[in-house]
């Protein structure tokens, strides 16, 4: 599980947006809660934001080196269902 966690070189910055109260991000908090501090410790260098709003819809976003940034809606999704999309996005800056 861990290796998932290790971010490419490529990589510069992790966003999540989330509402801190709502039933479509309840996956995304429990998401961070269980792997945020696993992430941060195969990553110290590369800063893992944290964004609560009320009535925010669920998504992640993903800062490249020169500029590039993609995101992932999470709207609904499972804590697994989760781990795997940021998975593919955190590989895919090579």
Known sequence: MSGKY???KGLKELRFLFCQT???SAGT??????AYPTMKKHNPNIPILMREA???VPKVYARYAF???TS??????SDSQIED???KLVKESS
Do not use: D
């Open 85 to 87: 999309r940021l998975t």
């Open 67 to 69: 500029g590039k940034e």
């Open 29 to 34: 908090r429990s998401f961070l809660q269980r």
């Open 22 to 24: 709502s039933e479509h």
């Open 6 to 8: 290790v971010f490419t």
């Open 72 to 77: 992932e809606p999470l709207n609904g999704l």
């Open 54 to 56: 009320t009535g925010t």
